[in-house]
């Protein structure tokens, strides 16, 4: 008799073709904005706090700014874990319990009582929670949409800049009025708000690696222990050469992206514009980059011109008026440059993200965001502090800005190396012509199953079988 | 010979008194000369400061910072008068008052006028010095001061029972102390750091100053009054503190929190309202696959006629 469990299986074949383009994907993409709201939004205006943290434990400037370092490197480097835990529990559990970690770091912070305990709650705490959020989100996001996915990803992202916008002057307020303990306490409160949008993800199927479990029955504990955690992991990705270059170029556009956020406050400081000019350069700056990001999702499913392409225009421009930005003497000048850089900030990241099914297939995007943010964290880990030094050894923060402008740059080049880079149309998602049969693995037997434009029609190695 | 003898013994007393007469004289001298030069360096020293006025009704005013007792000549001039006269007189005021004997005339020297006085500084001469002129409108204000601590915060500093606070003043010129109170009603209290080392911490780096303190109590409130001590006056400044109970952030804090569960409660409630309708679909889907594999299997079972009428009734 048949077994009542396989009737799901057999019923949804592929969980991720029913892509609704509309509907609740739309609430979906709220969830998205109000994440990265409190996700990123919140990390650029965590500047207010660290003035009283440099007063009040009287530590350097340096050693405060090591918190947003260890909180963006564990969002990053955490990624696959939660790009894995998705694939097994889906993305609704995954995120509510994200919201949960992240709120209660900011609460443990408000306690602390030395800057190790705030490296401990801000950075590890809270840095686990945010990527237990953000991933299964935007995964969640692209899921939804196929012909709109750029503008719905552009749209979900406006929620950094108006975060962005609006937190500064409440972060300040808060701090005025509760001091930096109450103001953190609050904004564990705030973070719990993710939790609500995690409780929006309605899982369009089944999780991915819950429908193997049945075929596994049959094989020793270890083999199918370690293809477990490579199809959680999508580690087949790790020999996909389009997907290496794309990694190296995040890398590359990570390690420039944040450092103007951390030092453009401080370097207006340093040629003495006052507080509130140097808010307003950072407050425009934002706007630049909500319009940027929404235009450039909506340019981008036009379709007049390939993603890689357009990514590519918008990271050059990007460079370009990042290295200006030291050049900029008058306030007049350093606004309109900032302008420019924060447009072309803001269009990049929807592409950066949106181009990631054309490159690996909408099936592993989930496992492809996991590993290319553990990437890229390099690239995070390495930019702010380089940054840092070359301002103490240098004295101003013209050197940091043309090295973050060449990182952007560099990130440029390396994705003009991107396989079909230099072809007008684009290819299929993954394209059989050039798949050599070492790409096909388990995983490709396994993909067999689920989707039917899985390529490789050689026998699977390994057990599995659908 | 005794007309000589006395004749010269007075001469010699007369020439004795005449050179005590002098030097009673010199000594008499040279107790003025100190007392006119009047300054505390060995040689006078004057320092100038100039402000140039154009044409008529041009007010400046120009901040001096004193940080000890000087000699200070203020000197202004005045081009581009119209009439373009040969004199005219003016005479300095201080704090509005005209000084007394101040007034001079200024002759023409090349187009221009120059009127200039030698003030010597105590603490009781600070503020500000004009020239004004009786034919022209033009008013040159010198301000001497100690050096004035700007970027005050006007929002009081805030913490929390149990907890520290740091309280910091600056300033560009380096004092020769800082001292610390804290404003009782109309009186100040020394803050001694010596007498009291659990709740108090100072540190002094130059142009900077911060205060500590420690195990912060609700009486601990207050203005705190940061004082800079120059040769000639100190410079003051004060910060509020305010210290406040961890109850305050908690309200907030509690209401976000449940906004939050109530949220999650709707969200998950209202999809659950509406998955029942799904619930039903996906059961008769089920219920119509078994059925399809049940004749498929047992197509020469004897159930088949069941399965048919099973089929016929759906």
């Known amino acids: 008799m048949e077994k009542p469990q396989e009737r799901p299986e057999t019923q949804q074949s592929s969980p991720q073709m029913a892509a609704p383009d509309g509907g609740w994907g739309w609430v979906v993409v709220g969830s998205l904005f109000v994440t990265s709201a409190l996700v990123f939004g919140l990390i650029r205006s965590l500047g207010v706090f660290f003035v009283e943290f440099v007063q009040y434990f009287d530590e350097s400037a340096q050693a405060v700014s090591w918190i947003t370092s260890i909180g963006l490197a564990m969002q990053q480097l955490m990624s696959p874990i939660a790009a894995a835990a998705c694939n097994v529990y889906g993305a609704r559990p995954v995120v509510m319990m994200g919201g949960f970690l992240s709120g209660l770091g900011f609460i443990l912070a408000s306690q602390a009582k030395s800057l190790l305990h705030l490296y401990m709650t801000m950075g590890f705490t809270s840095g686990l929670g945010w990527a237990l959020v953000f991933t299964p989100t935007v995964a969640s996001v692209m899921q939804y949409f196929t012909m709109r996915r750029s503008l719905a990803m552009g749209l979900g992202f406006t929620g950094v800049g108006l975060a962005s916008f609006a937190f500064s002057p409440l972060f300040q307020y808060l701090v005025e009025v509760y001091a930096w303990r109450g103001a953190l306490l609050l904004l564990g409160g705030l973070s719990f708000n993710m939790i609500a949008c995690g409780a929006l993800i309605r899982p369009l199927g089944n999780p991915k690696v819950v429908e193997k479990t049945e075929n596994s029955t049959n094989l020793n504990r270890c083999s199918f222990l370690r293809s477990r955690i490579y199809e959680c992991f999508e580690l087949s990705l790790l020999s996909h050469r389009g997907f290496l270059t794309y990694a190296v170029a995040i890398t590359f556009f990570n390690a420039g992206y944040f450092i103007p956020y951390v030092h453009l406050v401080a370097h207006s400081r340093n040629i003495d514009f006052t507080e509130y000019q140097a808010a307003f350069v950072i407050s425009v700056t934002g706007v630049a980059d909500i319009v940027g990001r929404v235009a450039s999702g909506w340019a981008s499913d036009l379709g007049k011109m390939r993603m890689p392409h357009m990514l590519v225009v918008w990271t050059g421009l990007l460079g370009l008026f990042l290295m200006l930005i030291p050049a900029a003497a008058s306030y007049p000048g350093l606004l309109v440059v900032s302008l420019a850089y924060g447009f072309c900030a803001g269009a990049m990241t929807p592409l950066a993200f949106a181009v990631v099914p054309e490159i690996v297939g909408i099936e592993r995007v989930l496992g492809a965001l996991g590993l290319v943010q553990l990437i890229e964290s390099v690239g995070g880990l390495l930019g702010a502090p380089l940054s840092g030094w070359l301002k103490d050894y240098t004295g101003t923060y013209t050197a940091s800005f043309i090295t973050a402008g060449s990182f952007i740059v560099l990130g440029m080049l390396v994705t003009m190396t991107l396989p079909y880079f230099w072809s007008c149309t684009a290819p299929l998602p993954p394209s059989p012509s050039n798949r050599k049969s070492q790409d096909c693995s388990i995983e490709d037997g396994l993909l067999k199953a689920t989707s039917p434009d899985s390529v490789c029609e050689t026998v699977p190695r390994g057990g599995y079988t659908a | ?314």
């Open chain 2, 1 to 314: 010979m005794p007309h000589t003898q006395q004749s010269s013994r007075e001469g010699a007393l007369f020439s004795m008194a005449n050179v005590m007469l002098l030097i009673v004289l010199l000594l008499y001298c040279d107790g003025m000369n100190t007392e006119t030069t009047s300054s505390p360096e060995s040689d006078p020293v004057i320092t100038t400061k100039k402000a140039v006025s154009k044409g008529q009704s041009q007010v400046i005013i120009e901040e001096l910072t004193i940080l000890t007792p000087q000699n200070i000549e203020l000197l202004c001039n005045l081009t581009d008068l119209p009439n373009n006269p040969l004199y005219i007189t003016g005479y300095w005021t201080k704090d509005g008052q005209e000084i007394q004997n101040s007034e001079e005339t200024v002759n023409r020297n090349n187009e221009q006028y120059i009127l200039k006085r030698t003030f010597r500084i105590e603490t009781r001469d600070l503020g500000n010095y004009s020239c004004v002129f009786r034919e022209n409108e033009a008013q040159v204000t010198f301000v001497l001061d100690v050096p004035v601590m700007k970027d005050k915060r006007d929002k009081p500093v805030v913490s929390y029972i149990g907890d520290s606070v740091v309280l910091e003043c600056k300033l560009k010129h380096t004092p020769n102390t800082w001292n610390w109170y804290k404003a009782n009603n109309t009186e100040k209290v020394f803050i001694n750091v010596t007498a009291n080392p659990l709740n108090y911490k100072i540190l002094n780096n130059g142009t900077k100053t911060k205060l500590t303190v420690l195990n912060l109590t609700e009486e601990d409130s207050g203005k705190y009054i940061c004082s800079a001590e120059f040769d000639i006056k100190p410079s003051v400044s004060y910060v509020q503190l305010k210290v406040m109970s961890y109850t305050e952030p908690l309200k907030p804090f509690i209401a976000i929190v449940v906004e939050v569960v109530v949220l999650v409660t709707l969200i998950l409630l209202w999809e659950k309202c509406n998955k029942p309708q799904q619930n039903n679909s996906s059961e008769s889907d089920v219920y119509s696959e078994q059925t399809r594999k049940l004749t498929h299997d047992e197509s020469n079972g004897s159930e088949n006629n069941t399965a048919r009428q099973r089929k016929v009734e759906r």
